[in-house]
């Protein structure tokens, strides 16, 4: 099995930055795509970012610009970097990789248990 665990939320002032890391473990695995996701107070989980084994990433719309992620295949290791934040970025924020096993080829989805991040003044 392989585990996520988050750290870096917190809580911010609007225009402030953030990075948020997940790291992925567990023994004879390999990962491909990992990505972050958040869900705010009432609100549906909805994709923040996502990327690939080689490097190529997505955004949601509504962080384009000021979110980045990035990811270290050696150390599976996947970051959310977050600039720019508004208040509207308030949500719990959830690591997310699709991982198989060594010798396997079936393809598993994890989660990380949540960060939360705060934007306010």
């Known amino acids: 099995q392989v585990q996520l665990v988050e ?3 917190g809580s911010v002032q609007p225009g402030g ?3 948020l890391s997940c790291a992925a ?3 004879r695995f390999s ?5 972050w996701y958040r869900q705010a107070p009432g609100g549906e989980r909805e994709m923040v970012a996502s990327i690939t084994p080689g490097g190529f990433a997505s955004n949601g719309d509504s962080v384009k610009g000021r979110f ?3 990811r270290d295949n050696a150390h599976n290791l996947v970051y959310l970097h977050m600039n720019s934040l508004k208040p509207e970025d308030t949500a719990v ?3 997310s990789a699709n991982w ?10 994890v989660w990380g248990q949540g960060t939360l991040v705060t934007v306010s003044s």
Do not use: A, E, P, Q
């Open 7 to 9: 750290s870096g939320g």
């Open 17 to 19: 930055s953030l990075r």
């Open 25 to 27: 473990s567990g023994s």
């Open 31 to 35: 990962i491909h795509d990992m990505g």
């Open 68 to 70: 980045t992620i990035t």
């Open 93 to 95: 924020y959830y690591c």
């Open 100 to 109: 198989k096993h060594t010798w396997g080829s079936s393809y598993f989805d």
